[in-house]
């Protein structure tokens, strides 16, 4: 049973950075994509970024592009999301998510197996 288990997120104020870990468990993640993606109220689930896990290849949203910095680290089987320069809008809950191998579309969260249970990232004005 796969499990990932997120960490990191908290209250900053704007302007300040944070950084999110999800540590998989349950098989290995050669050829998957990890990725981020928040949801605030009323909206569909927002693509953050993601990554491919053997290769290292990565892809932002336009939200984060420039601010945010996904990297993993395979001994630890954990992804990670360096969040800097936060806004007010960035408030959501973000949730990482792996597409197992055949990977899809991997800016559609409909397409991704298994999903954490989401941490709250506040940004206060």
């Known amino acids: 049973q796969v499990q990932l288990v997120e960490s990191g997120g908290g209250l900053v104020q704007a302007g300040g950075s944070l950084r999110l870990s999800c540590t998989g468990s349950?098989?290995?993640?050669?050829?998957?994509?990890m990725a981020w993606f928040r949801r605030t109220p009323g909206k569909e689930r927002e693509f953050v970024a993601g990554?491919?896990?053997?290769?290292?290849?990565?892809d932002y949203g336009d939200s984060g592009k420039g601010r945010f910095t996904v990297s993993r680290d395979t001994a630890k089987n954990t992804v990670y999301l360096q969040m800097n320069s936060l806004k007010p809008e960035d408030t959501a809950i973000y949730y990482c998510?792996?597409?197992?191998?055949?990977?899809?579309?991997?800016?559609?969260?409909?397409?991704?197996?298994?999903w954490g249970q989401g941490t709250l990232v506040t940004v206060s004005s």
């Open positions: 990554i491919a896990w053997s290769g290292g290849g990565t």
């Open positions: 349950g098989r290995t993640f050669g050829g998957s994509v």
């Open positions: 998510a792996v597409d197992l191998p055949p990977v899809r579309n991997n800016r559609n969260y409909t397409t991704y197996d298994y």
